[in-house]
């Protein structure tokens, strides 16, 4: 599944106007989620019958808190830590 998402990004990234570049980066979205369903699939055949939907709430709960909450803060981290040096820098001067 990993080496079709490399000609797509290579795709994506080589294009030079937005319309090609907006019909390949649907593609590449398109083959990057196609795994999500044999993922959950996956989880509940693991699991008791009983505990089906946690472990899905679970795993949601968990994607969605590195997706949207540490993800974002470690992007913007690097900003802050760049801002934080500026300023002892100029203490230290």
Same mark, same amino acid.
Do not use: H, W
């Given at each position: 599944? /990993?080496?079709?998402? =490399?000609?797509?990004? !290579? ?5 030079? !106007? ?9 593609? *590449? /979205?398109? =083959?990057?989620? /196609? ?5 959950? !699939?996956?989880?509940?055949? *693991? =699991? ?9 709430? /679970? =795993? ?34």
């Amino acid at each position: 599944m /990993v080496g079709l998402l =490399v000609p797509c990004y !290579a795709l994506f990234f080589s294009a030079a !106007a937005k319309e090609r570049c907006t019909g390949r980066l649907g593609s *590449l /979205v398109l =083959v990057s989620r /196609v795994f999500f369903g044999q993922t959950f !699939a996956l989880l509940q055949g *693991l =699991v008791d019958d009983r505990m089906r939907a946690t472990t899905l709430s /679970v =795993v949601m709960l968990l994607a969605n808190l590195i997706g949207m909450g540490l993800g974002p803060q470690m992007r913007d981290g690097d900003c802050i830590f760049r801002r934080v040096c500026r300023q002892a820098r100029r203490r230290a001067r």
